[in-house]
T-cell receptor, first 113, second 113 residues
Framework: DAGVIQSPRHEVTEMGQEVTLRCKPI?????LFWYRQTMMRGLELLIY????????DSGMPEDRFSAKMPNASFSTLKIQPSEPRDSAVYFC???????????FGSGTQLSVL | AQSVTQPDIHITVSEGASLELRCNYS??????LFWYVQSPGQGLQLLLK??????LVQGIKGFEAEFKRSQSSFNLRKPSVHWSDAAEYFC???????????FGKGTHLIIQP
């Protein structure tokens, strides 16, 4: 298995632009998580899905952030409009049986100028 | 609310010396506890986990951790570190249900030759 696949690895954009981060979970996993990592705040859970359904999005910082999981093999995290304070590494993780063992992607390094 | 505290932001250890990374958690029920390691530019990899049973758990790469309920701690140990152990280490807590994990802010491990 290729593991959790995230794209792009790096994204540089200008303030105000729309950013879309993509994630392909491990086949057979039924839970998917989006985390954001910054030096100041560490790893923060933004949202998680179980069987493609959003369960808890209380970690999503603002309405500018949205996430979708149209099917079991794909999820997106969208920021519109982006702001410099959104600069961070965004990780996607998946698991079988919720949080018993998370498998992380390599992350997307987002820089908003 | 659940939380994880890793009191040491940085730790420097000589190669071949023993290591202990501290982790304290706050959780309202029986916790599921995890240690993850992150190498530069990579996602997180699970080192070990505790769900129940023996409070001393063995993980990959020669790591072990001990769950002490009375101290709300789950410290990570290794008897002899190798230069390749230099990385960021994260402790995490969860309930094992359909929810995400709460991570500590991490401890950066530096190995001296």
């Amino acid at each position: 298995d290729a593991g959790v696949i995230q794209s792009p690895r790096h994204e540089v954009t200008e303030m105000g632009q729309e950013v879309t981060l993509r994630c392909k979970p491990i086949s057979g996993h039924n839970s998917l998580f989006w985390y954001r990592q910054t030096m100041m705040r560490g790893l923060e859970l933004l949202i998680y899905f179980n069987n493609n359904v959003p369960i808890d999005d209380s970690g999503m910082p603002e309405d500018r952030f949205s996430a979708k999981m149209p099917n079991a093999s794909f999820s997106t995290l969208k920021i519109q409009p982006s702001e410099p304070r959104d600069s961070a590494v965004y990780f996607c993780a998946s698991s079988f049986k919720s949080a018993e063992k998370l498998f992380f992607g390599s992350g997307t390094q987002l820089s908003v100028l | 609310a659940q939380s994880v505290t890793q009191p040491d932001i940085h730790i420097t250890v000589s190669e071949g010396a023993s290591l202990e990374l501290r982790c304290n958690y706050s959780y309202g029920a029986t916790p599921y506890l995890f240690w993850y390691v992150q190498s530069p530019g990579q996602g997180l990899q699970l080192l070990l986990k505790y769900f129940s049973g023996d409070t001393l758990v063995q993980g990959i790469k020669g790591f072990e951790a001990e769950f002490k309920r009375s101290q709300s701690s789950f410290n990570l140990r290794k008897p002899s570190v190798h230069w390749s152990d230099a990385a960021e280490y994260f402790c995490a807590v969860g309930g094992g249900g359909a929810d995400g994990l709460t991570f500590g802010k991490g401890t950066h491990l530096i190995i001296q030759p």
